[in-house]
């Protein structure tokens, strides 16, 4: 389970370094990305089953930390260009991160209504089901250690593979006469 967190964790992370990256592209005036697809309408009942799923996956772990940590980097991205305001800019962020505590919440909410928009009212009480029985118990509690162990295994090939690549480039480069 330890490492089920740390991957949520690192992945909460992931989605902080994102959401800033958007928030500091909005600053600098890029322009507007493109609308994000509509999703249909979940029934009460839907969303009611894809957020008891979500719970069963603690999902909430992987956003716990939202709403600090896109504070914690929109403000360290402003003081790059504005070092003279670190102590202002360290007194906003205390507010500014009291005034939006409990809006990662919005995370949730969002992820439900996707798997509300993939799968059916149906489908997502048969999920609740299935993750509530002895396999589904097996599946909540072994996946993330075999997530961590696949991660593992897919960077340690993409090194070898790298390394595959790189002699290949060089390999044909010397065939042009240069040393790389």
Known sequence: ?????????????ALGVALTAVSVSAQ???PA??????????????????????????????????VPNIVLQT??????SNLNYQKDLNEVATIVAKNLAGREQEIGDGMAKVYANEFTE??????????????????LASEPRAIQFSMSY???WAQQFSEIVNAQFRAEMRKRGKEI
Do not use: C, H, W
Request: charged share 20%; no cysteine; net charge positive.
């Open 1 to 13: 389970m330890t490492s089920f967190v740390r991957i949520l964790s690192a992945a909460g992370l």
């Open 28 to 30: 600098q005036k890029a």
């Open 33 to 66: 990305p493109a609308a994000a697809p509509s999703l249909k309408e979940g029934s009460p009942a839907a969303i009611a089953a894809a957020k008891e799923i979500l719970k069963m996956k603690n999902a909430s772990a992987m956003y716990a930390n939202a």
């Open 75 to 80: 403000k360290e991205s402003l003081l790059q």
């Open 122 to 139: 149906q489908e997502l009480k048969d999920l609740v089901t299935f993750y509530k029985s002895p396999l589904g118990q097996k599946l």
């Open 154 to 156: 897919m960077n340690q």
